[in-house]
């Protein structure tokens, strides 16, 4: 079939508009919008009624394009104006209303790129389909295709924000059946690394034991198992920052409540939900952050990153350098101690998952190597060791064995039973 036959069937499937008539033909010619396209097929399509008109007499052809097409009316001197489009029932005549609604609805929202989506109503979607089964249409886009890109395009010369397809700000979504519009925008991601200066304070928010959140007697009602965790106190200034709704916390791993992080700190990015505020000067940030945090816990190093970077962080295999005291059940030479030490250097351990964490993780073993091992003080209560081991290596089974679940142990090396009295991180290597 050529163009102008396929469009003849259209015009007899009703009345039309520019942007549905050339939106069928889409994919050929580029460089044209489909308003272009579809002026020039109804003039080419008025031209062919107006010969056969005069040729033959007949006008069915102009008949049919007189409601979509002036120079249709003009051939058959008849005055009036386009019927409404049966395809897109006159949506295209409203993309300045969709463009307002869109800009409405993001608001105060600070943005430098965004994207459109629509939701297409039923019966839009049904017509489309029909026209491309009864006229055998192959080269046309879709309604939302050209709906996204010609209210993009007014939002984008009002607001001289720009149209990005892989990490908008903020995506618009038109419904077209409801007549609203509504936003998602994209979290802000600042990436950082924490100290930990004070036991007791969990990674992230934990919910109460005894209501899972809801609020008892066991937590004061706070829903909250620990009054502060690293996360809220992060959050709070992150926050007033971005004027997000909330935040999400994600680290390099996580060191136990009762142990601290020291050295340059761990690894993390916070994530504020559903940012008002995007352009966040870190520096100020990173100052009331530490401010509010009290000395419990130092931030530095805040920049803004990509969500990419969180799946790093996850996926990292970190190196992790362990400050430990130890104290043993029997006195123990510090020779003795030495020679234990040193036997596990460069060792790789066995290690079943942990009695004390049973119930968190699957009951397998694991194999992490002890890259080097240090005493660095020894009196008679304890001993100061300093391991530097691959992540995820539990360094204090690693020291007490874990009643043989972990093998090599320093208590098996030793033949003493040897426990961590405190622990401290120093260094989280990414
Ligand atoms: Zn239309
Ligand atoms: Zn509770």
């Known amino acids: 079939m050529t163009i102008l036959e396929t469009a003849t069937k259209i015009i007899n499937e009703g009345p039309i508009c520019d942007h549905c008539m050339g939106r069928q033909f889409a994919k050929l010619s580029t460089g044209l919008t489909n308003v272009e396209r579809g002026q020039a097929i109804k003039l080419s399509l008025a031209m062919e009624g107006d010969a056969s008109f005069k040729d033959t007499g007949d006008d069915s052809l102009l008949e049919e394009l007189s409601k979509s097409s002036v120079y249709a009316r003009k051939s058959l001197k008849i005055e009036g104006e386009d019927d409404k489009c049966w395809v897109c029932m006159g949506i295209f005549d409203k993309l300045d209303l969709w463009a307002d609604r869109a800009i409405e609805s993001i608001g105060d929202i600070e943005y430098s790129t965004f994207l459109m989506g629509t939701k297409v109503s039923g019966l ?150 559903n940012p008002v505020i995007r352009s966040i000067d870190v520096w100020e940030l990173e100052k009331k952050i530490n401010e509010f945090a009290n000395g419990k816990v130092e931030v530095e190093g805040l920049n803004i990153v990509e969500k990419g970077v969180i799946e790093n962080l996850k996926s990292a295999k970190a190196d992790k350098v362990y400050n430990l005291k130890v104290t043993f059940k029997e006195p123990v030479s510090t020779d003795k101690l030495a020679d234990a030490i040193n036997s596990l250097i460069g060792v790789q351990i066995h290690q079943r998952t942990p009695q004390r964490v049973s119930h968190r993780r699957a009951d397998l073993i694991r194999k992490r190597y002890v890259h080097n091992m240090q005493l660095i003080e020894k009196t008679d209560e304890y001993a100061i060791i300093e391991v530097y081991c691959d992540g995820g290596l539990y360094v204090k089974e690693l020291t007490s064995g874990d009643e043989g679940r972990t093998v090599p142990s320093l208590t098996e090396k030793l033949g003493i039973q040897a426990t961590v009295a405190e622990l401290n991180v120093v260094k989280v290597d990414i």
């Open 124 to 273: 839009v979607g049904e017509n489309e389909e029909i026209l491309w089964s009864e006229c055998g249409i192959t080269q046309a886009e879709q309604f939302k295709t050209e709906m996204n890109r010609e209210v993009g395009k007014l939002i984008a010369a009002r607001t001289e924000k720009e149209v990005e397809f892989e990490r908008p700000d903020v995506v618009v979504t038109m419904d077209i059946a409801e007549e609203s519009t509504s936003i998602r925008v994209k979290s802000v991601y600042i990436q950082g690394r924490y100290r930990k200066l004070l036991r007791g304070i969990p990674q992230t928010r934990w919910p109460c034991r005894g209501c899972g959140g809801r609020g008892c007697e066991q937590c004061n009602n706070t829903g909250k198992q620990y009054p502060e965790s690293v996360d809220e106190l992060i959050a709070e200034e992150v926050i007033k920052a971005t004027e997000g709704t909330d935040t999400k916390f994600h680290g390099a791993g996580r060191e136990d409540i009762d142990a601290l992080m020291l050295g340059t700190g761990r690894p993390f990015v916070v994530e504020a939900l």
